[in-house]
């Protein structure tokens, strides 16, 4: 088959992605062609939905830059090697790399938008093609691979796929409906079909062939073995997901309630001692931990129970003070709003009669009710906006001697908690000291087996004040981990309460501010306004 001169061109002069040549090939679907042309001069990246680059000579997928909107993108026939620059691309539904030198599909991981349909709402019924195209799923609504393009839909083709690999990329997408990776090497495979529809899940069309049930059915019986460790591979990889979404919630949980560390802190206590790693060489002089750990973890647990019970009293104290503030201002704003339509309705009755005005009418005397009722709204929506303050101060004063208590009371809780883990901690001092002395005796008999310890051991045990020493540093260690997690969390508390309610107040002052701010201005442009009437109408007659 005869090589077309475009395609001769794309293999000889490479290009790359400019922003003028992005312009050039922007696509507007059953845009008027009277207007499409100025349309495309004007239109933002970020309003673009669809590009075009087939036959541009392009080597590298790049600068694609702020196009937000782009849910389709043709880079048919061209050099492209590698997939890649595509992942912030969050609105791609339509993919078409046929006709390029790719050798695996890759670099498409990121597009994770769930899919809209292409073409939008509007374009003719023709132009619609079956949900999801080829790399569809989490992101990609299509991919297609194929050696010869017949179909607007994400191509390939053409290009050097050859290892099953690639469709085992793809099973990711889960909304995927149609692949086409006809013309590549893997093609050739006797079971290229059926490995892609027992490795898919979902598939509607496969190389643009409609894909039955039971041909789904036999595919997966072929491949039964091997889908059968995937699946346990994914369930466990499911369970590894799910496991780590539920640790990043409970530690955002810990971290918004102010209870960041508390549960490490026993954990964190042994890995920065830095005397424990030669203790644990002593045989048995560490056992005493793993009772004072227990203890400490039920201490922990119950500081957590009271913690949490706190923080959500202040998320419901915060809740029911904004509604409160809302209602209030609800009510306020809509005793401002009738007072100012019983002006304005006063001023165009008055707009209206001066317009139907018999020439001995007195101009003056006719404005002279709208200003003097203007000057009473004034003082009005000032009445409005005092009593909104005071009312909004007793609420901010309200708030901030409950929300004061709450945060006071937890206070006190970390102070019981922490003084509990410091007795843990004290308990356990004496418990390893004690024990220290006796190891301290029974390896310094005759006919010990301390030369059978390691080294740090029997430094340890041939040295008492060095022993004893050493457990006086792993304590000292231990104590400052707990007063330092206290005083933060102490801090912390006290801060977060200070910036709310500190920062209620600041709103409150600006919002009040604002709105003595839009009465005098409303009120001067008014008064403008009138004046400007008055003297048209004198002019007028005049």
């Known amino acids: 088959m005869p090589v077309s001169l475009e395609r001769l061109i794309a293999e ?84 078409d790399l046929s006709f390029n030198k790719i050798a695996k599909i890759e670099g498409l991981d990121k597009l994770t938008h769930t899919g809209r349909p292409w073409p939008p709402s509007g374009a003719p019924p023709c132009e619609r093609l079956p949900a999801a195209a080829a790399l569809a799923g989490r992101g990609l609504d299509r991919v297609d691979v194929q050696r010869h393009s017949f179909s607007p839909s994400h191509t390939a083709g053409n290009n050097s796929l050859s290892a099953m690999d690639n469709v085992m990329y793809l099973r990711q997408f889960k909304q995927l409906r149609l692949v086409n990776l006809a013309g590549n090497p893997l093609c050739k495979g006797h079971d290229y079909r059926s490995y892609v529809l027992s490795h898919v899940k979902g598939l509607t069309y496969l190389d643009y062939r409609r894909v039955a049930a039971p041909e789904v059915s036999a595919a997966v ?10 699946g346990e591979r994914e369930e466990q990889a499911l369970g590894e997901e799910r496991a780590a979404a539920e640790k990043a919630t409970h530690e955002a949980l810990m971290k918004e309630a102010n209870l960041d560390g508390a549960e490490a802190l026993a954990d964190v206590m042994v890995r920065e001692d830095p005397e424990w790693q030669r203790l644990v060489q002593v045989p048995g002089l560490t056992d005493p931990w793993n009772d004072i750990r227990d203890k400490f973890n039920v201490a922990t647990d119950e500081f957590k129970v009271l913690i949490l019970d706190s923080h959500t009293r202040k998320k419901s104290e915060h809740r029911e003070w904004l509604a409160a503030v809302r209602g209030l201002m609800e009510e306020r704003d809509g005793a401002a709003k009738a007072a100012l339509g019983s002006y304005e309705k006063l001023k165009k009755r008055t707009i209206r009669a001066m317009q139907d005005n018999a020439a001995d009418t007195d101009v003056r005397s ?48 970390y102070n019981a908690h922490f003084t509990q883990v410091r007795d843990l901690q004290n308990m356990f001092l004496n418990q390893v000291s004690t024990l220290a002395i006796t190891l301290y005796e029974k390896y310094n008999q005759e006919n010990s087996d301390l030369d059978s310890l390691p080294e740090e051991a029997r430094q340890l045990l041939q040295d008492k004040d060095g022993l004893l020493n050493a ?72």
């Open 12 to 95: 000889v002069e490479p290009n790359v992605i400019t922003d003028a040549l992005t312009r050039e090939c922007i696509q507007v679907v059953g845009a008027d062609p009277d207007t499409s042309a100025d349309k495309l001069k004007r239109m933002r990246f970020s309003e673009v939905e669809a590009l075009a680059f087939s036959f541009r000579s392009i080597s590298v997928i790049n600068n694609l830059n702020g196009l937000s909107l782009l849910s389709k993108l043709q880079l048919d026939n061209n050099q492209i090697l590698v997939i890649a620059n595509l992942g912030h691309l969050s609105s791609l539904t339509w993919l």
């Open 221 to 230: 019986e072929q491949h039964q073995d091997e889908m059968i460790e995937i």
């Open 366 to 413: 006719l404005v002279l009710g709208p200003k003097v009722r203007l000057m009473s709204l004034k003082d009005e929506l000032l009445d409005i906006e005092m009593e909104a303050v005071e009312q909004l101060a007793a609420l901010l004063q309200e708030f901030d001697r409950n929300y004061s208590e709450i945060a006071d009371a937890n206070k006190g809780q």
């Open 471 to 542: 457990l006086q540093t792993s304590h000292d260690a231990h104590m400052a981990k707990i007063d330092g997690l206290e005083d933060r969390l102490t801090s912390t508390e006290l801060r977060r309460a200070n910036e709310l309610t500190s920062g209620n107040v600041v709103w409150a002052h600006k919002r009040n501010r604002d709105r003595i701010t839009e009465i005098i201005n409303y009120v001067e442009r008014n008064v403008v306004e009138l004046d400007e009437l008055a003297g048209e109408e004198e002019a007028g007659e005049g």
